[in-house]
Structure formats: structure tokens, C-alpha cells
């Protein structure tokens, strides 16, 4: 129904669009966050450059990748390098706090309102920062779960004891065989529970934040909804940012508001809704917070 003309609004630092968000903040009713890696990239969860360089300087002077991403998908001849390079990546992006406070100021800023998060982020910083479990959904799952790789079966399991042995013991990025973790079901190699292929694990917990999600979708279709897009690229564009821009477009109170660094656009259809606030997160949330 959307055109494929999208319109830029503003820069946060230099506009009205920040005070246009704060009224709808205060007025809205309940407040939807849909956010994606640019949150957390904000709250300096970065996966090249610097950060990089200090964690896995190592690997990457092995194996020659130069981020995090292309460092998870190497094809590592064994397990026990798959598995040195795997509890590195999983403790410093899901067991270590971000290196800013973001989360946290955004919670300030709507714990005492209706609010629901959906993300497609996996590593945990809403909870950590005080969210509700019950009003968070991670569709794409969770860096501190395994499951089985095949899998035989749709449990997950809490991986942080596992991470944080392999992270210790590894030396000359492997780790001991015996570390290995295995399904204790059918004995295959246990896998991250990531929507990677079709062999990701929709467990209990899963399919219950599902089923919160869907309920809090259809109780909030009208009203004062504020639907606050943090850092959604276009890499799964329907799982957030579409959903939203049709929500807004079928709900004439309803108020759509993105925040990204270099890509706060909507749609033509909904523009007399929308908020574009094109710049850091973390910024445009202390200039909320009045930091």
C-alpha cells in the first residue's frame, strides 16, 4: 500500500523533532518500541573497528576476517576453533554491559508507561537494563541459548556456565575437546539458538512472548499508540518496520517516530504521523531525558 518514495524529516540536533517526540511521549497512551542493531550499536555494541581489534585481534590475524560477523560465519575446520572464537563472541555481546547506558536511559524514559518491545536483537540488553520479560519479544532468539544443531528436539538451554568455561580454558583459540557441549537428547553438536536457516528453535518461552505480542498488537490497534523505531535497518524489514508503518496508517491517532543514524525515513502515505529523527540514539534519549 506504501509508495517507494520515502521522506527524510530532520536531524535531531537541529530541529523541532525531538520536541514533537516529547509531547507524543507524554500524551501517548502506550508506547510500542520496535528496535534493531542500531540501539545497540549506539550503546557501543560495535562489531569491527576498535572493539574488534582488542578481542579478536588474534583470530583475525589467523583467519584474516576483520569484524565479528564474518568471524561467526567462518568456516572453522573444528569445533574446538568454532567453539573459541563462538564463547568469545557470546561473552563480550551478551555477558559483558554495553559500554553505554543506553538501555538503561531508555528504560527510564517509559518504565511507568504501556509499553511492549519487540526486537530483533539477540543480546539481551533489554532485560539487563530492567525490562519487563513479559513485554519484550526477540524474534531472531538469544546469544545465551543453545540448542540442539539438528535439532531433535524444540528445548533451549541457558549456555552462560558453558561460555564462560570455554572462554576460560581456550588457549591458541581452541578449546578442549572434552568442552565441547553436546544435545543431551540425540548427542549432536549444540548450536546457538539464531534465526540463521530453518533450523531455528521456537521453544516454550518463544512461542508465550509470541503470543504476549500478538495479544498486546490487537489491544492496542487504536488510540494514542506511539511507535518508537529505534535503529531498524532493511536487512529484515518486515519483522518491525513495516508492521509499524501499517499499524500507523490504520490507526489515524496512532503517531510513528524513527530514530537512525542516516536512514529515519517513512513512507509518503504516513508522513502527517511521523517523527524522523535522523542521529545517535543515545543522543536523541538524553536530550528525552533532559540529560
Known amino acids: 500500500m506504501f509508495s517507494r518514495t520515502a521522506t527524510t524529516k530532520s536531524i535531531w540536533n537541529t530541529s523541532a523533532e525531538l520536541k514533537r517526540l516529547k509531547e507524543a511521549l507524554e500524551r501517548a497512551d502506550s508506547v510500542f518500541i520496535g ?9 557501543g555494541f560495535t562489531y569491527s573497528g576498535e572493539r574488534f581489534e582488542k578481542y579478536f585481534g588474534d583470530f583475525a590475524a589467523k583467519y584474516g576476517f576483520r569484524d565479528m560477523y564474518s568471524g561467526a560465519f567462518y ?5 574446538e576453533e568454532h567453539w573459541a572464537y563462538w564463547s568469545r563472541y557470546v561473552y563480550i555481546n551478551r555477558y559483558m554491559a554495553p559500554p553505554k547506558p543506553v538501555y538503561d536511559q531508555l528504560y ?31 524474534t531472531q532468539g538469544d546469544y545465551g541459548l543453545f540448542q540442539c544443531s539438528r535439532p531433535c528436539h524444540m528445548d533451549t538451554y541457558d549456555n552462560e556456565e558453558f561460555i ?39 521453544d516454550e518461552g518463544w512461542l508465550k512472548a ?6 498486546f498488537v490487537k489491544s492496542h490497534r487504536a488510540g494514542r499508540v506511539l511507535l518508537l523505531e529505534l535503529g531498524v535497518g532493511y536487512n529484515t524489514p518486515s519483522i518491525i518496520k513495516y508492521p509499524f508503518w501499517q499499524m500507523t496508517a490504520e490507526n489515524p491517532q496512532a503517531l510513528y517516530a524513527c530514530v537512525n543514524m542516516g536512514q529515519a525515513v517513512c513512507p509518503e502515505e504516513i508522513a502527517g504521523q511521523s517523527i524522523c529523527i535522523d542521529g545517535d540514539i ?8 533532559g540529560v
Open 108 to 138: 527510564q524514559l517509559i518504565k511507568d508507561r504501556d509499553y511492549f518491545v519487540l526486537t530483533t536483537n539477540v543480546d539481551h540488553c533489554f532485560q539487563r537494563a530492567g525490562f519487563d520479560k513479559e513485554r519484550l519479544f526477540y
Open 164 to 202: 564462560r568455561r570455554m572462554l576460560e580454558k581456550q588457549r591458541d583459540m581452541r578449546i578442549p575437546t572434552e568442552l565441547i557441549s553436546r544435545c543431551p537428547k540425540c548427542g549432536a553438536p549444540m548450536a546457538m539458538n539464531l534465526r540463521s536457516d530453518d533450523t531455528f528453535v521456537e
Open 210 to 215: 509470541a503470543e504476549r505480542y500478538g495479544n
Open 75 to 79: 568456516p572453522y575446520k573444528t569445533l
Open 35 to 43: 528496535a534493531g542493531a542500531g540501539l545497540s550499536t549506539s550503546a
Open 282 to 289: 543515545g543522543g536523541a534519549v538524553n536530550e528525552l531525558l
